[in-house]
């Protein structure tokens, strides 16, 4: 390996500190020379005492305007000395000489008019309009700064980097040209200069062109501590200052992928212009076929398009699996393949604008093996909208589509078309009785090749008249009404599995409630408590059984009772199933609080005359007095949080639903920990038809399960790892970790995934990423 000495990084003290270049103290006598003749030639000039001090231009604030050969070069100096014999001026004494923006700064500057070069030396300093400073023991400069050499040069890019070399040479304007450079972004410690940076790019020879700002490096070696790890022949970037600029790309490589087996990626971006730009990125693998992937990106005055897409020819084979007891026949997704994801916004004015996400794939299977964003999933949706924002009103119209992935557990054919939907919410102001009324509208047409298709409209009225009395006593009267009208086929079919095929029912439940809130307040020396008793009355019409009056479901299939559903005038998730029928809800509340630190709870119960039949099997509102719900949240510390809920049967205290969240600890170390339990997995209960054949068999399995993380942060390591674990089967669901290192212009990150669940028949995944990424010169990252 050769080596060359590469001169040592070491920042000017001022710069190292962040502090602007020194302002030297002038003397009393300064004096000015104004050039109006090409470059600096000034022979026969007249010499000028100042009368005013001269405006300087800024460092930094622009690119400003290039150097030029026609425009003047001023210059300040504490003395100026003419020998006509030799045709020499020299200026002395803390000189500025400057074009335009750009800036040049020494002890001493002589100009020889016979040759039209000056020589500036004693702490060189040359600042450009964009803010990058040069420093050198000795230069000469000619043609207004334009041209020059300077001898063991130092410079001050954007983003903290620093660049040295033995020597360089300016041509016109436009380039310079340096030997054994030296660059890095790191810091160099003030204490011990003559140490290598974290990380450093050497070169015996470099390249930095002016009008392109692109740095070129050649026979270049990437040292670590000092020590080299990588060598390039070539390598090119942009300067630090660029935010964007066509070029290359760092790739992404894997040396063995379960799908791809060893691929590489070479993107390459093209900024077309200011505000478009496209990134193509080919991927070659040893597995399958080659893809290309490409990225489109636009900003206009009003709105954004972003386009991705890509094309692949996909070789692997997709054999049969079962899912359950269900066989699932082997897919033909070989050959050409390919995705389009497009998301674009547009504003129409300031109070409208509109929108689209469209995202497909040919096939899930595709997607799996050429590591797609949001495989996974069950689902891929699109959706096309209008929306509006008034003061308290919100209105959209929108449609939406979807196509399945998870093949074993989803029926292309049963997902549903919106074709459209229209949502309108208004909040109105307090009126004179102190009163507020709210608005609310959700409309739509769905149409499903195999299942419900029907139409909904749907108004939703709500007025809160809340008050208090001399005993404390917080009271909200509300009265309610919720409207449907549905036309509906193939009724008979998921979701709603009625018994009669088409239908046109409508439905109108006006509800009224008293809520009263009941706060005893005690002062402590360190804190207070509160205790709040709470009582809802509820009254309305009985709903009756949704199902055999053959109305549609499409937003009330889910549903669990818990303490954010205790005092909800309709306990359904939305409204094609309501909540009808006498009930009273009681609670009671509790808060203590102690040195910045509480402890919240809430423990309540629901009693109703009319059990409401549309809700789900051991929803907890089976009976006439419902499940007991509780919460308690408790932060004792800053350093601990936790929040548990519960649901247990009133009579015999087993628990049918509960889950926790418990975060623990300081940034040394900080645990997380979530717990959730359901008696039934309510996921499934509509697989089948509930009502003839009955839930599924998952249905009745239990859903249990636990999360931990942990992570911790020193100094510049940060480390963390999270476990999910399925105890009703007493298997793991997921692991992952994640180990990090962060400093000011490095970052080395490793990320380990392991999936244990099966999608499509692929029975787990383990996934490995090293990234390390170098400030201003990009991110290299490798899939184990």
Not at 644 to 649: I, Y
Not at 756 to 774: P, Q, R, V
Request: proline residues 5%; glycine residues 8%; neutral net charge.
């Amino acid at each position: 390996m050769r080596r060359f000495a590469a001169p040592a990084l070491r920042t000017p003290c001022p710069c190292a500190t962040g502090a602007p270049l020194p302002r030297r103290l002038w003397r009393s006598r300064t004096i000015m020379v104004v050039a109006g003749l090409s470059g600096i030639a000034l022979a026969g000039a007249p010499f000028q005492a100042a009368r005013a001090q001269f405006s300087m231009p800024r460092a930094g604030a622009g690119k400003g305007a290039p150097l030029a050969r026609n425009e003047p070069v001023t210059f300040r100096s504490d003395d100026v000395s003419y020998d006509s014999k030799g045709g020499l001026v020299t200026w002395t004494g803390h000189v500025e000489i400057w074009q335009n923006d750009h800036i040049l700064r020494a002890d001493k500057v002589t100009f020889d008019r016979n040759t039209n070069v000056a020589a500036a030396s004693g702490h060189v300093a040359i600042v450009e309009p964009d803010g990058q400073v040069l420093f050198s023991d000795y230069a000469e400069l000619t043609q207004g700064l334009r041209e020059g050499v300077m001898t063991n040069m130092r410079a001050l890019l954007a983003m903290n980097g620093k660049l040295a070399a033995n020597g360089s040479r300016r041509t016109d304007g436009k380039v310079n040209e340096m030997s054994r450079a030296v660059y890095t972004s790191c810091k160099i410690c003030a204490q011990h200069p003559e140490r290598p940076p974290f990380w450093q790019i050497r070169a015996y020879d470099a390249t930095d062109d002016l009008e392109h700002h692109r740095m070129e490096y050649r026979d270049m070696y990437l040292d670590m501590f000092g020590v080299p790890v990588g060598y390039l022949p070539f390598f090119s970037t942009p300067d630090p200052s660029v935010k964007r600029q066509s070029g290359l790309l760092l790739g992404d490589i894997s040396p063995s992928d379960k799908h791809l087996g060893t691929y590489i990626t070479l993107p390459y971006f093209w900024a077309v212009n200011r505000s478009t730009d496209i990134t193509f990125v080919p991927l070659i693998s040893s597995s399958t076929g080659p893809q290309l992937t490409t990225q489109y990106r636009e900003r206009f005055n009003t709105g954004i398009v972003h386009l991705t897409g890509a094309v692949a020819y996909d070789t692997n084979d997709q054999g049969g699996y079962y899912s359950g007891t269900n066989y699932i026949a082997p897919s033909n997704d070989k050959g050409l393949q390919g995705y389009l994801f497009a998301h674009t916004q547009f504003s129409l004015n300031e109070n409208w604008r509109y929108g689209a996400d469209v995202n497909l794939a040919s096939s899930a299977n595709y997607m799996r093996d050429y590591r797609i964003t949001g495989y996974g999933a069950d689902v891929l949706g699109s959706n096309l909208y209008l929306e509006g924002f008034g003061v308290g009103s919100y209105s959209r119209i929108d449609s939406s589509f979807y196509q399945g992935l998870n093949t074993g557990v989803i029926n292309q054919s049963e997902l549903p078309f919106v074709l459209p939907r229209y949502l309108y919410s208004y909040m109105g102001e307090p009126d004179a009785l102190g009163g507020r009324l709210s608005v609310n509208t959700n409309d739509f047409n769905i149409y499903r090749p195999n299942g419900n298709s029907d139409q909904r409209l749907q108004l939703s009225l709500n007025y809160d008249r809340p008050f208090r009395n001399a005993l404390g006593q917080v009271f909200v009267v509300t009265g309610h009404v919720d409207s449907e009208l549905y036309k509906a086929t193939k009724l008979d079919l998921l979701p709603a599995y009625s018994t009669v095929n088409a239908a046109t029912t409508i439905q109108a439940l006006p509800t009224v409630a008293v809520k009263m809130n009941w706060p005893f307040l005690k002062t402590l020396k360190n804190g207070s408590v509160i205790v709040e008793p709470i009582v809802q009355l509820i009254a309305a019409p009985n709903s009756g059984n949704s199902t055999t009056r053959n109305r549609p479901n499409e937003d009330s299939l889910d549903y669990e009772f818990t303490d954010t559903t205790l005092f909800s005038l309709n306990r359904h998730e939305g409204v094609d199933r309501l909540d009808g029928g006498m009930r009273a809800n009681v609670g009671l509340h509790a808060n203590w609080t102690f040195n910045n630190h509480q402890i919240d709870a809430l423990v309540g119960e629901s009693y109703q005359e009319h059990i409401d039949r549309n809700q789900l099997p051991n929803s907890g509102l089976g009976t006439h007095a419902s499940d007991i719900v509780s919460r308690l949240s408790f932060t004792p510390t800053r350093w601990l949080d936790f929040t548990a809920r519960d649901r247990m049967d009133h009579n015999s205290g087993q628990t049918r639903f509960a889950d926790g969240l418990i975060t623990a600890g300081v940034p040394l170390l900080s645990v997380t920990g979530g717990y959730i339990y359901n008696s039934k997995s309510y996921y499934y209960y509509y697989n089948n038809n509930p009502y003839t054949v009955g839930p599924p068999a998952a249905y009745f399995v239990p859903t249990n399960e636990a999360t931990l993380g942990a992570s911790s942060t020193y100094k510049a390591y940060r480390v963390s790892a999270y476990g999910r674990r399925d105890l009703a089967s007493n298997r793991f669901v997921a692991l992952g970790a994640d180990l990090a290192y962060t400093n000011d212009c490095f970052i080395f990150d490793v990320a380990f995934n392991r999936r244990y669940t099966t999608i499509n028949g692929d029975s787990g995944d383990t996934s490995i990423l090293f990234t390390l990424t170098f400030k201003t010169l990009g991110t290299f990252p490798v899939n184990g």
